[in-house]
């Protein structure tokens, strides 16, 4: 049983990637006969890797169907990072007393060198600045000791991935970015929890200002 399990998330990972980063798209048949064969696995933990990409919204069954992958419009998309503008600020403000000192700065160390890579005309690949951007949205949603406010929010930084993978390779987004995340990082080793709040809404803001002016 716990095999099976940790065969289903190794899928479950797989295919999130492919759906992220674009390489499937919107509307495309999830396939999981195709992907059981592939990934040369049975068909249990493939089926239940699409049972919990649906709960993510990333999936969707239609019985009788299959599986596809979510077709999300920009209305869909305004609509989670109006929701992440409320709910993240409040994770972060919980998770600020749960946060230390050192762990602020060495993210600071981290975003002040990717501003100062980008500001020299360096070229930060895509999947570099996810990977720094999980690592810090990380600490600001996932100490807050709330388990459902976690999961929601995981849920629908999920779904905003399918856009901002696109929008991350765009220099002019990721100079402000990495400008965002100082702001909030700053904010945060200053324990002012009013500016932090303020900051992480209006980051999210700018986001789908980006979506919606470069991309749909």
């Known amino acids: 049983m716990k095999t099976t399990k940790r065969l289903s998330d190794k899928v479950a990972e797989y295919v999130r990637e492919l759906i992220l980063t674009n390489k499937m798209k919107n509307g495309e048949p999830v396939d999981e006969v195709a992907l059981a064969e592939k990934l040369k696995l049975s068909r249990t933990p493939v089926r239940e890797a699409v049972s919990s990409l649906e709960k993510e919204g990333l999936v969707k069954v239609i019985p009788g169907k299959g599986a596809f992958v979510t077709e999300l419009t920009f209305s869909d998309y305004r609509e989670i990072n109006e929701l992440r503008s409320f709910l993240e600020p409040m994770a972060a403000v919980m998770s600020m007393a749960n946060v230390t000192d ?63 993978f696109t929008v991350w390779s765009t220099d002019s987004y990721n100079e402000k970015t990495a400008e965002e995340h100082i702001s909030i990082l700053e904010a945060m080793k200053s324990k002012d929890t009013d500016k932090l709040s303020e900051l992480l809404s209006a980051h999210v803001v700018i986001s789908s200002k980006y979506i919606s002016d470069g991309l749909i």
């Open 102 to 164: 050192e762990e602020v700065g060495k993210q600071l160390s981290v975003w002040t060198k990717i501003r100062a890579d980008l500001l020299s005309g360096e070229c930060i690949p895509s999947t570099e600045m996810i990977k720094y951007d999980h690592q810090l949205h990380s600490l600001l949603i996932d100490r807050c000791r709330n388990n459902r406010l976690i999961s929601i929010l995981w849920i629908l930084r999920q779904q905003s991935m399918r856009y901002l």
